[in-house]
Every structure is written in structure tokens, then in C-alpha cells.
């Protein structure tokens, strides 16, 4: 694999890092297809400039993160200046927003009875993570950290249930901070009433709701372990 450019981004970027805190950096390389490899507390993501690009055109919040905070560790061509020219925030994140409340929701009704705790405190703080910089980033005022986002809700229960995705058990008063943000912040539930675990699935696939989709599979690959 030929890195073209090394970034890094997130707390460690910001400096607002702690012990538990992700080093997250990003490898823009001549892969074909943008792929993440998480090894313990490095989390890095490897993007080929093309899908960059084009990502930035459409104002996607992952390279909005990129361009507002990235530190270039590695970038003898300049790739991360020319990813900040080219990006354009959208009016609307309107689906972004949709697709992080529904697995939210779906993490409502059924992350109690995950064995895959640690990954149901992660994915609680990307569904509110997501919203709020979507959120921030529709009046064109994006925000990343924990604290900023934590202001933009006016909520000390916004940083609790990020901060508790470090943890390695499911908290039943994060999983019910979690339904009161998605009640004030987030989309409403896609169907009124019980949502089966079939019917999240289903919604899913029809939105291509990759994260969420990602989160099933997972899963259902430790319940076929656990066998």
C-alpha cells in the first residue's frame, strides 16, 4: 500500500486527549476502496484522494472533521490544503441525522441484550456525536470535541455518554440519556409504535445505513461464537 499523506485528527489533534482518548489518523493512499482498521486505541482510516475529493465536494462530515482539524504528520504534496479548498458544507445533513437516530433508536430497544457491550458504548456516543455535528455543521458552525459538543446541546449528559464509551459495561442511565437526546435532538422513531428487531434491519438495508449495518453483523458474528 502507497501512502501519499499521513493526518492526524481527532482529541490528539485538538489536544484534548486523555488516557482512554483514540490516536485517529487518516492515510490518503492509492487503495481503490476507503477502508478503517481499528488495533486497540489506534484508529486509523484510509481514504484514496479521489474519494476524498469528492466527499469533500458534498460537504460530508467525516472530511469536515478532516479540514478543520487534521495536523499533517506526512504530506509532502500538500493533499490536505487542497482538501480544504475544494470542501463545501451542505445545507442540510438531514439523512446523516436520520441515520444516527435510527441506530440509536434500534440501540434503545435492543442494546440492553447485546454481548457486545464495549461496541454498544461506542456506537451510543457516534449516534450522539453524529447528530450534534450535523447539527452544528447545518449553522455552518461544525464542532468535534466532547466539550464543544456538550455546549452546542446546553447538556452535561451529551459528554457522559461519550465519555462512557471507554467503558466495558452497559449502563442503563446512558442507555436512557441516549432516548431523552433522540427525543429532544434527533429524528423521529421511522414507525410508530414497537419496532421489531427484523424492521430496524430491514430500514437499515433500505437507507444503507452502512454503520448500522455494520453494528448487526458484528453482532450476530459473537452470538455465532458464543455457540
Known amino acids: 500500500m502507497t501512502i501519499s499523506a499521513m493526518l492526524l485528527f481527532g482529541s490528539h489533534a485538538r489536544g484534548d ?21 481499528q488495533k486497540g486505541h489506534l484508529s486509523t482510516s484510509i481514504y484514496p484522494l479521489g474519494d476524498l475529493m469528492k466527499r469533500a465536494q458534498d460537504g460530508d462530515l467525516f472530511v469536515c472533521h478532516i479540514v478543520r ?27 446523516e441525522i436520520q441515520n444516527a437516530s435510527d441506530l440509536g433508536w434500534f440501540i434503545v430497544d435492543y442494546g440492553h441484550s447485546s454481548k457486545l457491550t464495549s461496541l ?9 456525536r453524529t447528530i450534534l455535528i450535523a447539527r452544528s455543521a447545518e449553522l455552518k458552525k461544525p464542532v468535534f470535541s466532547a466539550a464543544e459538543l456538550s455546549a452546542h446541546a446546553n447538556s452535561e449528559n451529551v459528554m457522559r455518554v461519550i465519555k462512557n464509551k471507554d467503558t466495558d459495561r452497559i449502563d442503563p442511565n446512558a442507555v ?20 421489531s428487531y427484523g424492521s ?13 449495518l455494520a453494528f448487526v453483523r458484528a453482532e450476530g458474528s459473537s452470538e455465532i461464537v458464543s455457540y
Open 69 to 95: 482539524e487534521a495536523i499533517a504528520i506526512y504530506d509532502p504534496l500538500d493533499q490536505l490544503a487542497l482538501l480544504r479548498t475544494h470542501f463545501v458544507l451542505r445545507e442540510s445533513y438531514r439523512q
Open 176 to 195: 436512557r440519556m441516549l432516548d431523552q437526546f433522540l427525543t429532544e435532538f434527533g429524528a423521529t422513531r421511522f414507525q410508530h409504535g414497537h419496532v
Open 120 to 128: 454498544v458504548n461506542r456506537r451510543m456516543a457516534w449516534c450522539i
Open 17 to 37: 486527549h486523555d488516557v482512554y482518548s483514540d490516536t485517529d489518523l487518516l492515510l490518503i493512499s492509492h487503495d481503490e476502496q476507503p477502508r478503517h482498521v
Open 200 to 212: 430496524y434491519i430491514k430500514r437499515f438495508s433500505e437507507t444503507s445505513n452502512t454503520v448500522a
